[in-house]
């Protein structure tokens, strides 16, 4: 089994900084592509940013130049700092993966639980 673990979020003003990070734990054969995905209410879950196992990252233009997703040695974490925050960037913000857990099965994909970002003075 596998879970997808994430922290940081909170209430920050606009123009604060915020980090997030998400750890996948579990049976665990390899991470491909992570990730972070953000949805209010009423609207569809939307592309943050993705980084592949390579380092090959993408961005959703509203948070280009301003969020930064990285994935430290473990291979098995992901993070965004995002600076320069706008209330419009206030969501639940979740983690994805994209998880292979033997070597004969196809990756499959999973989710965090989400974290509140409440951007607001």
């Known amino acids: 089994q596998v879970q997808l673990a994430e922290s940081g979020g909170g209430l920050v003003q606009p123009g604060g900084s915020l980090g997030l990070s998400c750890v996948a734990s579990g049976t665990i054969f390899s991470v491909n592509t992570m990730g972070w995905y953000r949805q209010v209410p009423g609207k569809q879950r939307e592309l943050v940013a993705v980084?592949?196992?390579?380092?090959?990252?993408n961005y959703a233009d509203s948070v280009k130049g301003r969020f930064t997703i990285s994935r430290p040695d473990a291979k098995k974490m992901v993070n965004l700092q995002m600076n320069s925050l706008k209330p419009e960037d206030t969501a639940v913000y979740y983690c994805?993966?994209?998880?292979?857990?033997?070597?004969?099965?196809?990756?499959?994909?999973?989710w965090g639980q989400g974290t509140q970002v409440t951007v607001s003075s």
């Open positions: 980084i592949t196992s390579g380092g090959t990252t």
């Open positions: 994805n993966a994209r998880i292979q857990t033997n070597p004969i099965l196809r990756a499959s994909e999973y």
